[in-house]
């Protein structure tokens, strides 16, 4: 899938093929994300368009699952409402989904941590239930972090020179030894970090791309205390997620959620570094939202109880 050829007439020219009385709204693009292109369409809609090989089987994931979870979920989310299948015009599926307001946490960091540690832990409350058989698995998210062999590997040797690589190295070893999930399988987001977050007024306002969509632990999503919230915020959402879901997190799961914290820190510390180079798939604004993760992940060590 390339997204060389999409541009906005062709999604005006699906929209009258395929939604024509949608193909009236005003249509404009705006940025996206990684496997996806975004336009808004209206005031309350967004059309995503794939970008990547992957993201039309994402889309349609999106499309069976998450309007049945989004009717439970506090926050507002990118609910698809149509589907846009393959034609002469374009090759792959795509998607119409509910427009969320804010802006991306990436660009516009949380200010507020204790009304968005209160909203966090509401809404994974919310989302972290038992997922029904036949929920879909995804091999890099909800598993055993011993399933990434070399855990951050090279990526690691991003932090030489700055005085978080030993602290980064303990903090994955402590997470891989920590007890594995033997919980049932929870619904995951899979992917919160700072740029599939939008903020408003200092504060989380919303959650996007659920392309990674999947059941596991929840240690994967709970990275997202160190993630999204700022400094000292953890506590307070991890007291909130207990009292969302009426039990406490224990400690091996607080290891692992910093684990997962470390690793996709490093990967948006790398995709940001990509992005000041100029090379292709880099976003600058990943690496400094990915530093301050990594910081708050090796500094909050009391964090949960842990």
């Known amino acids: 899938m390339t997204d060389t050829a999409i541009d906005g007439a062709?999604?005006?020219?699906?929209?009258?093929e395929q939604h024509p009385d949608l193909a009236g709204l005003d249509l404009r693009e705006v940025a996206g994300g990684w496997d996806n292109r975004l336009?808004?369409?209206?005031?309350?809609?967004?059309?995503?368009?794939?970008?990547?090989?992957?993201?039309?089987?994402?889309?349609?994931?999106?499309?069976?699952w998450l309007p049945a979870l989004a009717p439970r979920l506090p926050l507002p989310v990118p609910t698809p409402v149509r589907i846009g299948e393959p034609s002469a015009l374009f090759p792959g599926t795509w998607t119409v989904a509910v427009w969320v307001p804010g802006e991306p946490a990436d660009r516009a960091p949380v200010t507020r941590g204790e009304h968005a540690a209160d909203a966090l832990a509401g809404f994974l409350g919310a989302l972290h239930r038992a997922a029904p058989d036949g929920a879909p698995a995804n091999p890099d998210r909800g598993v055993p972090l011993r399933a990434f062999a070399d855990g951050p590997?090279?990526?690691?040797?991003?932090?030489?020179?700055?005085?978080?690589?030993?602290?980064a190295r303990k903090t994955w070893a402590d997470a891989v030894a920590a007890p594995e999930w033997h919980g049932p399988s929870l619904w995951l987001h899979g992917d919160l970090h700072p740029a599939n977050a939008v903020t408003a007024d200092g504060t989380l306002a919303g959650v996007l791309d659920f392309g990674e969509l999947c059941a596991g632990d929840p240690a994967t999503d709970l990275s997202a205390a160190w993630l999204l919230l700022p400094a000292g915020a953890a506590d307070r959402f991890f007291a909130g997620y207990a009292a969302a879901t009426g039990?406490?997190?224990?400690?091996?799961?607080?290891?692992?959620?910093?684990?997962?914290?470390?690793?996709?820190?490093?990967?948006?510390?790398?995709?940001?570094?990509?992005?000041?180079?100029?090379?292709?798939?880099?976003?600058?604004t990943w690496g400094p939202a990915g530093r301050a993760a990594l910081e708050r992940a090796l500094a909050d060590r009391s964090a949960g109880g842990a």
């Open 39 to 64: 336009w808004r369409l209206g005031d309350d809609l967004a059309v995503r368009m794939p970008r990547t090989e992957r993201a039309p089987a994402l889309l349609r994931k999106e499309f069976r």
């Open 247 to 284: 039990a406490a997190v224990d400690p091996a799961t607080v290891r692992r959620a910093r684990g997962w914290a470390v690793l996709r820190a490093l990967g948006l510390i790398g995709i940001g570094l990509a992005g000041e180079r100029g090379l292709p798939g880099g976003k600058v």
């Open 10 to 16: 062709l999604v005006r020219a699906l929209l009258h």
């Open 153 to 167: 590997g090279r990526q690691s040797e991003l932090l030489e020179g700055t005085g978080l690589a030993a602290g």
